[in-house]
């Protein structure tokens, strides 16, 4: 599968963006999809991870709350809902995705990665 993640942008702290990550090829309901980002000098964290079915779900603390992720499989396109952003949600944002086949978990290892879209919060 080919994922191409956008929708990113330059926003005003609170303020809100939608990235989307559409998926290229057959069988995108069988993966897992998950959002992870990058800050500038830091190392990639996982943001968001949600199942084949959109059934369960899974946010990092500092966002909770404040995103949401969920996906339209007809589309083949999974989405990132960022309401009330900070400053330090800042970062590189990448979707990738993962056979549902190996298990739900946020320790699950993604093998399919998006390019990346960039998300610049100012103060």
């Known amino acids: 599968v080919q994922l191409q993640a956008f929708g990113g942008g330059l926003v005003q702290a609170g303020g809100s963006l939608r990235l989307s990550c559409a998926a290229s090829?057959?069988?995108?309901?069988?993966?897992?999809m998950g959002w992870f980002r990058q800050a500038p000098g830091k190392e990639r964290e996982f943001v968001a991870s949600?199942?084949?079915?959109?059934?369960?779900?899974d946010y990092v603390d500092s966002v909770k709350g404040r995103f949401t992720i969920s996906r339209e499989n007809v589309k083949k396109t999974a989405y990132l809902q960022m309401n009330s952003l900070k400053p330090e949600d800042t970062a590189v944002y990448y979707c990738?995705?993962?056979?549902?086949?190996?298990?739900?978990?946020?320790?699950?290892?993604?093998?399919?990665w998006g390019q990346g879209t960039e998300v610049t919060v100012s103060s």
């Open positions: 090829g057959r069988a995108f309901s069988s993966y897992d």
């Open positions: 990738a995705a993962k056979s549902a086949s190996t298990g739900y978990g946020r320790g699950s290892r993604y093998d399919y």
């Open positions: 949600i199942s084949w079915s959109g059934g369960s779900s």
